[in-house]
């Protein structure tokens, strides 16, 4: 049987129900290509009291997983909430293709963090990720998305690729805009959002481009029409920190 775990945004964000469910699972993998993970390794190893098995995305994507599942109870971990990302609803598609008893334990994701924020979830739009770019390939259809989402007054969420430094981040995203003819005004950093070292941020994107003290992981967020309640608690997050 494969069970897919959802983590929650911190180290002890697992449910009971899922560490009972991982204690009893023959082999552990811990897919690890989404997020630059807010802890250690070791401490998740000491969460759960078992050694697991890093999988990137061309062992996921591969469904190796399923043909193991097929003999004994495997759990993927899965930080997070466990269908945020595309390919793991891929793996469920692929257990029913293939009559393998599967089970998905949910969890926290960072889009129920954000409202900490104090924007009203349900006017968010379209969620865009924004990759690292590399020398010639400089993707910015993320910022399609963001047009689409202020022709509706919606707020835009941009999560950043996995090894983007805030400075990549800002780089790219001026560069974007700058291309798809979208102004930049103010702008809201999540860090670590559910974790001890979680930080918001509310600045003028010219600010913005001097910080430098923002961790892994953390997403962008562009606010579209604000309610007044939204403003008043943003106002919170202007303060230098």
Known sequence: ????????????????????????CKKIYLENYTVDFPYSMQELIDKLGKK???????????????????????????????????THIALIQE?????????????ASVFDALGETGLQLYKFGKISSMPMWKKNYEPDSFMEIVKENESINAHSLILIDPGMTIEDTIIQLEKAAKNKEVKLGKLIVCQALGTRHRKILYRDFSELKKFSNVKSPYCIIIPGKLHFLEKEMLENYEEKN
């Not at 257990?95 to 969890?107: C, D, F, G, M, Q």
């Open 1 to 24: 049987m494969l069970y897919i775990i959802g983590l929650g945004l911190n180290v002890d964000g697992i449910s009971t129900y899922g560490l009972e469910v991982v204690k009893k």
């Open 52 to 86: 697991f098995e890093l999988a990137d995305r061309e062992f996921v994507e591969s469904f190796e997983i399923i043909d193991e599942a097929e003999k004994k109870d495997v759990a993927l971990l899965v930080y997070g909430s466990p269908f945020f990302a595309t």
């Open 95 to 107: 257990a029913k293709a293939s009559e393998l008893r599967y089970k998905v334990i949910y969890n």
